[in-house]
């Protein structure tokens, strides 16, 4: 299994933070990585795709990048719907294993 | 619009099994995987496996293989998952989830509400 490492486990920011969480994949993954964040009670949200291409709807203020083994999701100016928890998916090969999880709290 | 509507909540015995049912509206069914995630309390996101509503054809986690069964019924674009020999680690909210595929891989853009599992004697 390709185990994917998240940093970090959580993170206090304030609205209008620009924030950066890592994902680091066990084994090369090409781009094979997406972004999710998942509330409370919620299903979780599909943020990004292919390491960086953003899904229809989420706001441009969520932007992905990276290549291989190390991805990053940016969110340039947090506002207060963005506290949630974020994680990582690879989809190099089956199972497809998610990152641990970020937890982002308000400061 | 596409929907992935679960079935409800379940109380179940250790030792016993669950099945849990996603009906999909708003898109062709047979087109895209299905694919169930799970998540334990104070846990994060797990994949148990996916469906191919177009061949029957499945995939699952080594975690899972002997103990869950994904089918789907395509005349009522409906996927089960059924999870057998309980225990009170297999609490969770399960998910569905659509899978897309794409130039790198695939992603899940869609997700059932969620269907809350406990497992207790």
């Known amino acids: 299994d390709i185990q994917m490492t998240q940093s970090p486990s959580s993170l206090s920011a304030s609205v209008g933070d620009r924030v950066t969480i890592t994902c680091r994949a066990g084994q090369t993954i090409n781009r094979y990585l997406n972004w999710y964040q998942h509330k409370p009670g919620k299903a979780p949200k599909l943020l990004i795709y292919?390491?960086?291409s953003l899904q229809s709807g989420v706001p441009s203020t969520f932007s992905g990048s990276g290549s291989g083994t190390d991805f990053t999701l940016t969110i340039s100016s947090l506002q207060p719907e963005d506290f949630a928890t974020y994680y990582c998916?690879?989809?190099?090969?089956?199972?497809?294993?998610f990152g641990q999880g970020t937890k982002l709290e308000i400061k | 619009q596409v929907q992935l509507v679960q079935s409800g909540a379940e109380v179940k015995k250790p030792g016993a099994s669950v099945k849990v049912s996603c009906k999909a509206s708003?898109?062709?069914?047979?087109?895209?995987?299905m694919h169930w995630v799970r998540q334990a309390p104070g846990q994060g996101l797990e994949w148990m496996g996916r469906i191919n509503p177009n061949s029957g054809g499945t995939d699952y986690a080594q975690k899972f293989q002997g103990r869950v069964t994904v089918t789907t019924d395509t005349s009522i674009s409906t996927t089960y998952m059924e999870l057998n020999r309980l225990t009170s680690d297999d609490t969770a909210v399960y998910y569905c989830?659509?899978?897309?595929?794409?130039?790198?891989?695939?992603?899940?853009?869609?997700w059932g509400q969620g269907t809350l599992v406990t497992v207790s004697s």
């Open positions: 989830a659509r899978g897309v595929y794409g130039d790198f891989g695939t992603y899940f853009d869609y």
């Open positions: 292919a390491a960086s």
């Open positions: 998916q690879q989809t190099y090969s089956t199972p497809f294993t």
């Open positions: 708003g898109y062709t069914f047979t087109g895209y995987y």
